[in-house]
């Protein structure tokens, strides 16, 4: 199995879950030695204590270049020196499966402020879904004709501090509809020239909200 197949990058993060207990966990890549194991954080509890053992059966979650992957290990070593991390087995298997951009997921009512490139102004819309390619917002004014640009500021969490991401985006498509007998507007955008840290917050998103068609090998 080379490092290709398993396609996976050092710092990104993934998703493991521990078999008996079902419980979740999102953890960072440290590193990996191809046919030898894996190298990640240590997941904790609410108590700072390690949230994992040498001997745990777990399997990760992970999403690299549009595609989604899974594979079941073992945790050999759990080390607090010099910083805590652990050591997995190196997977016999792995299974993967293509993430489509048209994948979209339900994002609960959330203002957002959108800045237009024309003039800077800030406008107050609703996103409906996102996926790897676009989103949905309404708003009660029209935010431009099809093949004008703007940016969107999405929330985040970084280090614990509330930040925002910027993505660039493109309409195209609008369309009109009535909401509680008040006239909105329908927008389908396209992110447009999206970066890495963007494709994997928006990755770590749709993977958190919608569920494995597959069960792990």
């Known amino acids: 199995m080379s490092d290709r197949v398993m396609n996976m990058i050092v710092g990104s993060g ?3 879950e521990k078999i008996d207990t079902r419980e979740i966990y999102l953890v960072e890549l440290l590193g990996y030695s191809v046919g030898r194991g894996l190298i990640i954080s240590t997941p904790t509890e609410s108590n700072s204590r390690p949230a994992i053992k040498p001997g745990d059966e777990i399997s990760i979650r992970y999403l690299g270049e ?8 073992r ?10 991390h652990a050591h997995l087995e190196y997977p016999g298997g792995i299974q993967g499966e293509t993430v489509r951009r048209a994948v979209r997921v339900p994002v609960q009512p959330n203002a957002l402020r959108l800045t ?54 493109i309409i195209r498509h609008v369309s009109e509809l009535r909401e509680d007998d008040q006239k909105v507007f329908c927008h389908g955008i396209e992110f447009e020239n999206i970066d890495r840290h963007g494709r994997e917050f928006i990755a770590r998103f749709i993977d958190k909200n919608v569920p494995s068609s597959k069960s792990v090998a």
Do not use: W
Not at 66 to 73: I, P, Q, V, W
Not at 131 to 156: N, W
């Open 14 to 16: 993934i998703k493991l």
């Open 116 to 169: 237009l490139n024309n003039d800077g102004k800030a406008v107050t819309v609703s996103m409906q879904n996102i996926s790897l390619g676009g989103a949905r917002l309404v708003s009660p004014a029209r935010l431009g004709g099809c093949g004008e640009r703007f940016s969107i500021d999405l929330p985040t969490m970084s280090g614990g501090e509330q930040s925002a991401l910027t993505l660039t985006c």
């Open 75 to 84: 945790v050999t070593h759990v080390v607090n020196d010099p910083y805590p």
């Open 66 to 73: 549009g595609d989604a992957y899974a594979f079941r290990s």
